[in-house]
């Protein structure tokens, strides 16, 4: 762990005159540092939604993204700021998922930097040889080297296959420098055992009951290969988090919807998991006025989530979420 002393006097000087007095550990986990090379730098306030002009090269490949950012963020370019990055369904795109989870549209959502990456892995009709993982990897190191990050307030969140690959990424040891995440309809390809993740981490997810896509029960393989039952799969997150003498604290029906919940020690709902019951495959939205919305399957507004998710994520950071 670094000082408080030490991070304030990386707070008050710029990076580079941190760096004679730079604390242990300062090289080997750079991303301690809690204010990142990217502050001072500013940028057009809201949504980028020019692929074109945001690349990395990772692992050879050209990726792009879109990044929302905050309408005050060039009031003061050198305040750090929390970082989600929202990852789309496939077949999808990054604006697809901006306009599902509307983070912006929020007033606790506005303040992020929100981040929307193209394409990755994990079911088996995912492109070969491409690793997401290291591209998340390298775009969360590009995003700091041009944006003012508060490295403690790094989340992930997404939908489908993109919330499947959250859940790949908190099963990996590239998930260490995110401190939540949340996903809805998560297509969970690789996570199909409990312990073929050993990690603790803090997870939300909502998964809809009619979801015909990623059926919350399901009785056959999906498209990307099988898929675990959404019910144990949450079980699974309670042992992983809490150990085998995990208890679920169980809602009832709470109108459309009910939740279960893992608590233990400091661990405050760190698992949190809600079943909407006439819910399709869909980022649940309590207007209809999100991407999904237009969808036949997605008019249960009983719950909605991205309000959820920024309640989730404020609660969770580097050093308060769990970690193995
Ligand atoms: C962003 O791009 C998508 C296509 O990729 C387009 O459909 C959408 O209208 C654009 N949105 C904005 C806000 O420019
Ligand atoms: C990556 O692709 C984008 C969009 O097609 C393009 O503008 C950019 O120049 C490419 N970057 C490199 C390094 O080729
Ligand atoms: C980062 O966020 C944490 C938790 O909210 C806060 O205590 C810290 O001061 C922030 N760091 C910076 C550099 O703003
Ligand atoms: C991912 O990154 C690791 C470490 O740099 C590297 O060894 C590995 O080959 C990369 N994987 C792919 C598929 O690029
Ligand atoms: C939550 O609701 C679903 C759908 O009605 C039901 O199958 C399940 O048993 C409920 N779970 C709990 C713990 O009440």
Redesign the pocket.
Known sequence: MIKSSALAAIWAGSLATAAPGKPEGFERQPWRRLATAGCGKTHHAGYNNDTATHSII???LNRTYGVNVPNDYNNDPNKARALIIDYHGSGGNGWQQYDNSQYYNYPAGAEYIAVYPGHWQGPNYAPP???D??FT?DLLDHIQEQYCVNTSLVYASGKSNGAGFVDTLACSDHGDRFAAFAMASAALYTDTSRDSCTKKRAILESHGDKDTTIPYHPTEPGRGGPLPDITQWVSWWGYRDCGSGAKAQYSGDLGGYNTTIYTCGNLNQVVNHYQIFDLGHCWPSSTGKNFDGSRSYCNDKSVDFTPVVLSFFSKWTIENSPKN
């Open positions: 990772s692992g050879g040889g491409v690793s993982l290291n990897t």
